[in-house]
C-alpha cells in the first residue's frame, strides 16, 4: 500500500486539482447539474495550502504547461497532456476501487512532482480549493475558495449531525409516562415483542394521542443565533422541517417546501404569493455551503467566496459561481434531504422529562446530498 491511503471522497479532492489544472477551464452548471457550455471561467492558477505553505499551480497561457510555484520559486514543469493521462487514471482508480480505503500508486508519483503532501484540506475551512480564474465577462481575476462535493464516494453532507445540531420540543397535550414509554422504545422489549420500529412510527403515537411538538429551542444556543442570524423566524420553520422528515417521513427538501407553502404553519400573509419557505429555506442551504457552521458564532462571511465545485458521476467537474447564485441555490433545494444520523451518538430521539416535570423530546438536524 502507498504512502497515501483514503476514501473516495478524500481522493475525489485530489482528483478536482488535477482535473482542473488538466481542464485549464472550470464550467459551470445549471440547477439540474449538467454542464452549461456557454458559461465557463479560464483558470489562470490553482493554490493549495500544506503545512501553512502556499504552493501554487500555474498555467501557461497556451494551457500546453503547468508550474509549481512555491514562495516565488518555480519547483517543477509537467506538461499539460501528462496531467489529463493522470487525471483519467486516477478517476478510473476511485470508481474501480471496490476498498472503503485504498492508495494509488501512479497518482502518488505526481503528487510528488506537485509537492503535494496531503489528499484533502483541513476540514476546518469550508473552502476546500483556491483558484485564480479569468472572467470573460467583466475582465477581472479574482482568486476565489471553492467548496468541494463529490458523487463519486458516499452521499456528502450540506449539515453534519453533532450534538450542536439538537433541536428541543416541548410536548404539549395529556402527556403521561405510558406515551412516553411507546416512543423510546427502541425494538428490543416489551408489549410489541421483538419487531424493530421506526422512529417515525414512535414519534406517530404522539399525534395519534393528540400530543403536539413545539419548538422550544436549540441544544446549542449559537446554533439558534446562527439561524436567527439568516432569518429571525428560521429556527421555527426548521422545527417544521424535521417534524416532517421524523415523523411524516418527507425527507426531499424540495418537497418539504412545498408542503409547508400549503399548509402556511407560520401563518404568514398571501402564501400564495410569496414564497416565504422556499426564500427562506433556500438561505439556510446556502449559508451552509459556503460557510456556517452549527457550533460556530457566524456573522455571515462566506468562506467558499467563489461558489462550489462539484464532481459527478461521469468524472467532470463542474461549478457554481456566486454570479449565477440562482442556480446553485435551486440546485441545492434539488439535491439535498433531510437524513437520520446515530440517535445513540448524538443523544436524541427519547422523551424526557425536565426538571421542572415537563415532557421534551430532541431531534437532530443532519442534511445530505442526494
Known sequence: MGKHSGNRGEWSELYVLIKIL???RLYGADKHGKRTDDVYYDVNKVIRKENNVEIEYV????????????????????????????????????????SRTFSVDRTELLMDELYCTKLKSPSSDKSDIRI??????TGLE????????????????????????????????NMTSEIAEVVNFS?????????????????QSLYSNGIELKYTGTQNSIFEDNLRMIDSSLPEILAEMLKLHYVEGISDISEQIKILSK?????????GEYPYYEFKIKKLLVSYALGMRSSAPWKGDEQASGG???VKEDGDVLCYHLYNRNDFEDYLVQHTKLDTPSTTRHEYSNVYKTLNEKYRLKLNLQIRFK
Open 22 to 24: 488538466a481542464d485549464g
Open 59 to 98: 498555467i501557461s497561457e497556451d494551457k500546453k504547461y503547468i508550474e509549481v510555484v512555491i514562495a516565488g520559486k518555480k519547483k517543477a514543469t509537467i506538461e499539460a497532456d501528462r496531467i489529463v493521462e493522470e487525471s483519467e487514471h486516477l478517476f478510473d482508480a476511485i470508481i474501480r476501487s471496490s
Open 132 to 137: 485564480q480564474i479569468h472572467d470573460h465577462r
Open 142 to 173: 479574482p482568486t476565489l475558495g471553492f467548496s468541494i462535493k463529490s458523487a463519486l464516494g458516499s452521499l456528502p453532507t450540506l449539515v453534519n449531525s453533532s450534538g450542536s445540531t439538537n433541536v428541543i420540543f416541548d410536548l404539549i397535550g
Open 187 to 203: 425494538g428490543k422489549e416489551g408489549d410489541w415483542g421483538k419487531k424493530r420500529i421506526t422512529l417515525s412510527e414512535r414519534y
Open 263 to 271: 399548509r402556511n404553519p407560520l401563518e404568514y400573509r398571501k402564501p
Open 308 to 310: 462550489y465545485i462539484i
